[in-house]
């Protein structure tokens, strides 16, 4: 294969996991028909999987961080020299123009950021710088780029240690630089990364940084087994085989060494990361789509639940009802005069009425003392009263769901159990056909 057609290749590849992250980005987040909008109307909160990596760099002062980010945009974005150099937290990304935006503007770019202002109280050391360079993986990877970390009496405007273990969160990877020149023990490093390595060991490298400057083989050896014990002093970092690539920016090597630049390797573990994310968030989509139909189902089946208590409700009360009236009937013919009923209603069915409804409700009126026994109608019509008020106690019904919003939801499982799905799956087969590919270009 010729160089530019393995180019060719490494364009198209990384269009694809651009897309992947882009698409599924937008499955999430489409204002009419976006998962977010569908769980949030049922009562889910949904993550929205970030479309680039972050990569965290920290390390001691001048130890080279900036240095690396310009290498792998191969452009000058980031300040670099033997002062201070970085003063605050620049979050360097790509985009359509190459831009500098300043606290505020990055908050609007990046709102999770309110996390971190919540802990700092300003904005003013944070900014963003977009590049329009897409070398090597940079279209999906956001570089943080941190203020070098010096012990004793530098005072940081700002919190800095809780500030790197915020964006710690918020990383996919953080890259850890150590240089040869003396800082490799600086103690604020030492103590972050500890901190760090809590709860987030998997995703901290270590790097010797400006290897080139670390003399001969055995004197960077040397320097090497003194970070690895000054690391392996502390409790939560003392694990058994510490990697520690040694790395060194090519265009700025000052002296001959034979010392192996493993950049290289860098570029593949950011590679590796990029993968191992769309992988997880081509997983979260299928997740997050069961869920939401999961809850649409429980949601659908609930309704279905309180529509059956209704009609049991709605049947009790109708029994309680039908008695009220039997009652209240009862009682009015039974007040009525018998000539007025005969009058009316004929000689026969008035002796009906005196055998099915007069006798039997005298009877019951001759088990009452004999005190009520005058009050007797009054009582019974009492009763019909009570068992009218049960009736309309029974028949108090949970809200349903009209037809309207039933469609609605059924309309949005069919959505998500199809449309959605098929979605992932489509972009899951480009992503297995693309790593198919990678792994023919390595081998
Ligand atoms: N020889 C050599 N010099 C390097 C290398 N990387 C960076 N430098 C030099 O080291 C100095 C510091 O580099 P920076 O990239 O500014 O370091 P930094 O870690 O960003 O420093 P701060 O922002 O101050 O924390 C600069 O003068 C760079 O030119 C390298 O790999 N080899
Ligand atoms: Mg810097």
Redesign the pocket.
Known sequence: MTKKGATNTEDLTMSVNERILRDIHSIYTDPKDGLVVIAKDIGIDLIVPRKKINILLI??????????I?WYLEETV?????????QGFTLVTSGKKRETLLGNATMHLYPQLKGLVAIQNSLDYVSTEITTSKQKQFSLVTFI?????VDGDMKYPFDVNNAILWFGEVSDLIFV?F?PIGQALCKRTLNIVEKLNETHGNKINFYL?????AGSDSDRQKVLMQIVQELCKRPGLNKAGFEMLT???PT???KKTRCVNQIEDVCKQIEKTIKQTIQNTLNSLEKDTDVVIQQINEKIKKDNQTRSENMSRSLKSSFFTLSSFILFISVFIAALPNQLLVNYLGDKITRQIDTNIINPYKQIESFLPKDYQPFGLAIVFFVGVILFLISKFINRKKPTLNKKQLKALNERREYLQNSIKSKKKKLYDEYLQQSVIDYEKEN
């Open positions: 390390g001691n002062h001048s130890a080279g961080k900036s240095s690396f310009n980031q300040r670099t020299g033997v002062a201070i150099e970085t780029d941190t203020p070098g970390l630089f240089d940084s400006k290897a080139d400057e790395i060194f920016i700025l090597q000052e």
